[in-house]
């Protein structure tokens, strides 16, 4: 009977597979470069395409960069241009047959997204919590902006509801196309209606544009930026280029009977992305004449 029963048990776990198996806690999706990861160590890289992102690790993006992340229910996170952005309590759990997936988000600089995806079928619960330094949200399916500078903190909420707390303030936003903004060191101000001209010009600052020279999941092209005889000179090029914040891969190819290396960056959309990429980068850490390919 304890055998039965047991072999029963496995059988229902095997019919409904945690999520924690199918999907990481948080990967890359698209890049504007330059941009890096941090890792708790302190070590720092160019960000790339499919990374799987893990707590304690920082996304810092440089000017006119941004960064496209999704939690593994499928919200999107976005983050714009000079931005710093901390992860921490990621993780996927199975309470009473139910997947939970957690999040803290913590914005120290820059403008920032999270939306939840209707084309993702998840059923279970988010428990994400975002801070933007000094406003904190707890996010239960919506569709919310906020920023930090060097003035004052806004949080927007676009679509569902939050609940946020500042110091000695609490409260909950629940009206679509409303806005917080609290200055540095004084009271929050009353929450207000957002205009749809400032919601588009937020909206933008987190929106990784067309022909920006952006890399995505799913990019077949290519730009090659440099080409050396040895393994030593190609690596200096691509060190460069990584400590720069460019995903550079190396290639070898076999040419006759030598090996030439060829220095590139994948998963760029189009042929327009690729090459608007390449022109940013032309005279560059030793960059003379960029290709592009699929």
């Known amino acids: 009977m304890k055998i039965k029963s047991l072999l029963a048990a496995l059988l229902m776990l095997a019919a409904v597979p945690a999520l924690a198996a199918a999907r990481p806690n948080i990967v890359v999706e698209g890049v ?26 920082r996304i810092y993006t440089g000017p006119g960069a941004r960064a496209l992340l999704r939690l593994a229910d499928g919200s999107l996170i976005k983050l714009g241009e000079n931005g710093i952005l901390a992860l921490d309590d990621l993780g996927q759990s199975r309470i009473k047959l139910k997947d939970i997936v957690t999040a803290s988000l913590d914005v120290l600089s820059g403008a920032f997204r999270f939306t939840t995806q209707a084309l993702y079928k998840f059923k279970g619960e988010r428990d994400v ?42 409260f909950t ?13 004084q009271a929050g101000q009353p929450v207000a ?51 720069a914040g460019y995903a550079a891969e190396i290639r070898p190819v076999k040419v006759e009977d030598a090996t030439t290396y060829r220095v590139r960056i994948s998963n760029l959309a189009s042929k327009q992305e690729a090459e608007t990429l390449g022109g940013k980068l032309k005279g560059k850490m030793g960059i003379t004449e960029p290709k592009v390919s699929k």
């Not at 941090?38 to 499919?50: F, N, Q, T, V």
């Open 32 to 57: 504007q470069m330059p941009a890096w990861v941090e890792h708790a160590s302190g070590a720092r890289d160019a960000l790339s395409i499919g990374a799987v992102l893990v707590n304690k690790e």
């Open 129 to 170: 919590k975002v801070r933007v330094v000094t406003i904190t949200a707890g996010v239960r399916g919506t569709d919310l902006w906020g920023k930090a500078d060097a003035t004052r903190d806004i949080l927007c909420l676009i679509e569902g509801k939050v609940t946020v707390a500042r110091e000695n303030e609490a």
């Open 173 to 185: 936003m629940d009206q679509p196309m409303s806005f917080y903004v609290a200055p540095k060191g």
């Open 193 to 243: 209606p957002v205009p749809k001209e400032q919601l588009d010009k937020w909206s933008a600052e987190t929106e990784i544009a067309a022909g920006s020279g952006a890399a995505r999941k799913g990019g077949k092209w290519r730009v090659y930026l440099a080409e050396a005889g040895n393994q030593s000179d190609a690596l200096a090029i691509y060190d460069q280029l990584r400590n």
